[in-house]
C-alpha cells in the first residue's frame, strides 16, 4: 500500500482493560495488505480480540527480543489494525515486523499473544495489571513460538543438521527413557574402557557412533550463529519460555521442537569433550577459546531448561529471594538483559512458588521510580536473608540508591562468603538465641537493623590481587599480585599478633600462627576447605606448600619484570655499576695542560673516547633491543602461542616448581578462591583483630557483625548533626576469629540498632 494511503489512517487508540477483570488481547494474523510496487512486501495486518485468561480459548504465545539497541527508540515500522469501525495504523518495532511476517507466510498460527501489542506499552497502569496475568497467560496457551530471528547460511547449516541427528532417535533416548543413567553413559564415552552394563553399553556405541559420523560436519560456527542470539540474553523470555506447555524455536523458516533443539547442545556438550580428551600435544590457544566460548554460549538455554524442568517435572519452584539471586547475581557470566531495570524483579513474579509470602506482598508499579522500587523490594528480601546486604557491590551503576539497597541492574558477583548463591561459608552473625531485627523507615528509606560493633579499623592494606590482563583461556590470578600480597599479610599479621603478646614475649613467640597467615590469604575460603578433607595439621602442610610455589612463581616473575626494565637503554649503565672512562672527567688544568704540551696525545685520547662510545652505545643498544625483543616474544608466545593443557612434570620442573604441587588439583582450589577476593583488602582494628574488606574502606571505618547474617561488615560512618548516628554500607568483611559466632560469647560487646543510608 502506498504512504499516503497509510498515513489518512488514523493512529490505533486502545480500548481500556478492566482492571478487576482477567482479560487480556489476542492477536489474529490476517493477511497482509499488498504492496503497489511489485515484489515490495506488503502491510502487516491484525485484528485484536478481547478473552477471558480463564476461558480456554486456543492460542499461542509469542517470545522474542525486542532488540530495542542501547538507546530507547520509539516503534518506527507499520502495521493495520482492522476493527468494526475501520482500519488504523499502529507502529511496532523491526524486530516484530520481522517476526510476524515469516509466521504470515508459514501459517505455523493463527491468534497469538505478543506483549508488545496485547499490551498498550503506553498505558503502564494496564502495563501493571497484565504482568500480573502473565504466569497464566503463558502458562494456559498451546505452545510458546520462541522467535531467534532472521535466519542466516549458518544457522540454516545448525537447524538442518540438529534436525538430522534427531531423527536417528539416540539423542531423545539417552535423555528421556535413559536419563537416569545419562552419567554413566557419558563417562563411558569418555572412557570406552570402563566396564559397565548391557544397556550402558549400547548407549555408548551409538553415541560414540553419532560423534564419529557427525563430529566433523558440526557447524561451530552455526552453533555460535544461533546461540548468540539476542533471546538467550534477555530475561523475560525465562518465563515465556518456561511456562508454556510446548516450545518451538523458530529461525526464519527452520523450527526445532524443544527436545531437539536441547539435543543439538547436548551433543555438542559431548562431542567437545571427548575431543578435548583425546588432545595429546599442544594446540593453538584460539581453538581453545573458540570451544570454551561455544560451551559458555549455551548458558542462556541452560537457564531455560533447568526452570522447565523444575516446573513441568519435579514441581519445585524457587522462592522469589531465589530467583532474584539466581537471575540478578551474574558472577563472571554476561548479565541478563531488560528494556525496563524494574523487570528485573516484576519479570520473575511467574516463576515464584504459588505458596510464597514474599512475592504475595509484591506490588507491580510501573510509576514508581526505580530507586524506590528497588528499595521497596531490599526491605522484602531482607526479612528472609540479611545476606542480601553482601550483594551492596560497588560502583552501582543506578544513581541515588540508598548503600544499603542492592543495585540489580549492575554486574554483581557471588559474595566471598558463599561458596554458591546458596551455600554460606560462615556463621558470624548466626545464634540460636538471636534473630535479625530490622525496620525501615523514612524518605528515602532507611534501614535500621540490629547488629553488634566489633571495633574500628586502625589500618588499612594497600596491595590486591590481580587477574592476568590476557588469559590463555580462561581467567587466571596474576601471581606477581600474589607474592606482594603476600609479603602484606606477613606484616599485618605480625602487627596483630604483637598487640595480643606481651612485652617480654621472645622475636619466637611473636611470629604469627601459620594459620593465621594462611587463612588471611584468601578470606580463610582454602584454609576451612583443606580442614575439612586433610584436617587441621594436613590442611596447613598441603596451604603451605601450595603458597610457597605461588610465592617462588610470582617473586620469579617479578626479578624477571625487573631484569628486563634494567636493560632499557637509560638503566643499563646503573645496572653495570661501572662508569666508563669517558665519563669520569680530568681536572681541568690537567686538561689544558695535556692540550697546551702535547696536542696529538689529547687528540688521540678524543679519538680513543669516540670509539669507545660508539662502541659502548652499539653494545648497550644491541644488549637492550636483544633483552625487549626476548621479553616481548615470551608475552607474544603466553598469549598466541600454542598451548598444552596437560604440561608435562619436566616442564614444570625447568621453572623450579614441584610439579606434583602445581599440577595437582588443590591448586586450582587456592587460586580460584583467591580470584573470589579480588576487590579486598588487609585490614587491622585497633584492638588487633585482622581480616580483609571491601576496597572502598578506609581508616575510622566500622566493623560491625549484624543478627543473622553470616559474616562481618564494614560501615562508614555519616558526619551529620543528627542525634543517631547513621552509616553508609560498604560490604562485607572477613574477620578472623569471628566468623563462626565468637561474638555472641563476648560479654564485653553490647548489641545496638545501626541506621543504614
Not at 540454516?156 to 531423527?167: G, I
Amino acid at each position: 500500500m502506498s504512504l499516503f494511503e497509510f498515513k489518512s489512517f488514523k493512529p490505533f487508540s486502545y480500548p481500556p482493560l478492566s482492571p478487576l477483570k482477567r482479560i487480556f488481547r489476542l492477536v489474529q494474523l490476517l493477511p497482509p495488505k499488498p504492496s503497489i510496487v511489485p515484489g515490495a512486501n506488503g502491510t502487516i495486518r491484525i485484528r485484536l480480540i478481547e478473552a477471558d485468561v480463564d476461558s480456554g480459548v486456543h492460542y499461542d504465545a509469542l517470545s522474542y527480543a525486542w532488540s530495542l539497541g542501547p538507546r530507547y527508540q520509539e516503534p518506527n515500522r507499520q502495521i493495520i489494525v482492522e476493527t468494526e469501525q475501520g482500519s488504523y495504523k499502529l507502529y511496532i518495532y523491526p524486530a516484530l515486523e520481522i517476526a510476524l511476517r515469516y509466521l504470515v507466510s508459514s501459517h505455523m498460527t493463527e491468534y497469538l499473544f505478543i506483549d508488545q501489542i496485547s499490551i498498550n506499552q503506553r498505558d503502564r497502569d494496564e502495563k501493571s495489571h497484565q504482568v500480573l496475568l502473565m504466569r497464566d497467560i503463558y502458562t494456559k496457551c498451546a505452545r510458546t513460538i520462541v522467535w531467534l530471528g532472521a535466519p542466516t547460511r549458518l544457522s540454516d547449516q545448525y537447524f538442518d543438521l540438529v534436525h538430522e541427528m534427531s531423527q536417528e532417535g539416540i539423542l531423545s533416548r539417552v535423555m528421556g527413557p535413559h536419563v537416569s543413567q545419562f552419567m554413566h553413559v557419558f563417562d563411558a564415552v569418555m572412557d570406552p574402557s570402563l566396564q559397565v552394563n548391557e544397556q550402558v553399553r549400547e548407549d555408548r556405541d551409538d553415541l560414540l557412533d553419532l560423534v564419529q559420523r557427525y563430529g566433523d560436519r558440526f557447524p561451530l560456527d552455526g552453533f555460535a550463529d544461533v546461540f548468540d542470539r539476542l533471546w538467550f540474553s534477555r530475561l523475560w523470555v525465562i518465563q515465556e519460555a518456561c511456562l508454556a506447555p510446548k516450545v518451538v524455536f523458530l529461525c526464519g523458516k527452520k523450527s526445532l521442537c524443544f527436545d531437539c533443539f536441547r539435543s543439538g547442545a547436548l551433543f555438542y556438550n559431548i562431542y567437545n569433550t571427548y575431543w578435548v580428551r583425546r588432545i595429546t600435544g599442544a594446540v593453538p590457544q584460539r581453538v581453545l577459546r573458540q570451544r570454551d566460548a561455544l560451551l559458555n554460549k549455551t548458558d542462556g538455554f541452560i537457564r531455560i531448561f533447568q526452570e522447565r524442568k523444575a516446573i513441568h517435572q519435579s514441581g519445585i519452584r524457587l522462592g522469589l529471594h531465589d530467583l532474584v539471586m539466581k537471575y540478578n547475581v551474574n558472577d563472571d557470566k554476561k548479565k541478563i538483559g531488560v528494556t525496563l531495570e524494574q523487570d528485573r524483579i516484576f519479570g520473575l513474579l511467574g516463576l515464584a512458588a504459588d505458596n510464597d509470602a514474599l512475592m504475595a506482598q509484591v506490588q507491580v508499579d510501573y510509576k514508581s521510580h526505580i530507586t524506590q522500587m528497588y528499595s521497596q523490594i531490599a526491605g522484602l528480601l531482607l526479612q528472609d536473608s540479611i545476606d542480601v546486604l553482601l550483594f551492596n557491590q560497588y560502583p552501582k551503576k543506578t544513581g541515588g540508591l540508598p548503600s544499603w539497597v542492592p543495585d540489580w541492574a549492575m554486574d554483581l558477583t557471588i559474595p566471598a562468603g558463599y561458596s554458591s548463591l546458596k551455600e554460606a561459608t560462615f556463621s558470624a552473625g548466626v545464634s540460636t538465641t538471636t534473630e535479625a531485627v530490622i525496620a525501615i523507615k523514612g524518605n528515602p528509606a532507611q534501614l535500621h537493623i540490629k547488629g553488634i560493633a566489633v571495633d574500628e579499623i586502625e589500618e588499612v592494606g594497600t596491595q590486591l590481587y590481580r587477574a592476568q590482563p590476557h588469559p590463555q583461556v580462561s581467567e587466571q590470578i596474576d601471581y606477581r599480585s600474589v607474592k606482594t600480597f603476600f609479603d602484606e599479610v606477613v606484616e599485618f599479621a605480625k602487627a596483630a599478633t604483637a598487640m595480643t603478646k606481651d612485652e617480654t614475649s621472645t622475636d619466637t613467640e611473636n611470629a604469627p600462627d601459620p594459620g593465621l597467615l594462611m587463612s588471611l590469604c584468601d578470606s580463610s575460603l582454602s584454609y576451612r576447605h583443606f580442614t575439612q578433607t586433610l584436617g587441621p595439621i594436613g590442611s596447613l602442610e598441603r596451604l603451605q606448600a601450595l603458597h610457597r610455589s605461588l610465592y617462588t612463581l610470582g617473586e620469579r616473575l617479578i626479578k624477571s619484570d625487573e631484569f628486563v626494565a634494567s636493560y632499557h637503554i637509560t638503566r643499563i649503565y646503573q645496572t653495570v655499576g661501572i662508569i666508563p672512562w669517558y665519563l669520569s672527567l680530568m681536572p681541568e688544568m690537567d686538561s689544558l695542560q695535556i692540550c697546551a704540551l702535547d696536542p696529538l696525545i689529547s687528540g688521540k685520547i678524543a679519538y680513543e673516547a669516540v670509539k669507545d662510545i660508539i662502541t659502548d652505545a652499539a653494545g648497550l643498544l644491541i644488549a637492550s633491543a636483544r633483552v625487549w625483543f626476548a621479553s616481548k616474544y615470551i608475552k607474544f608466545r603466553h598469549r598466541f602461542g600454542k598451548m598444552n593443557i596437560r604440561p608435562s612434570h619436566e616442564s614444570v620442573e625447568k621453572v623450579g616448581l614441584d610439579p606434583n604441587v602445581s599440577l595437582g588439583p588443590d591448586m586450582n582450589v587456592l587460586t580460584t578462591n583467591m580470584l573470589k577476593n579480588l576487590r579486598r583488602r588487609l585490614y587491622r582494628t585497633r584492638t588487633g583483630f585482622v581480616g580483609l574488606g571491601p576496597a572502598e574502606m578506609e581508616t575510622g571505618n566500622s566493623l560491625v557483625i549484624f543478627h543473622g547474617g553470616t559474616t562481618a561488615h564494614i560501615l562508614k560512618k555519616r558526619d551529620t548533626q543528627l542525634e543517631d548516628d547513621e552509616y553508609q554500607y560498604l560490604g562485607e568483611a572477613y574477620c578472623d576469629g569471628l566468623m563462626d559466632g565468637e561474638i555472641f560469647k563476648d560479654s564485653t560487646k553490647s548489641e545496638r540498632m545501626f541506621t543504614l543510608v
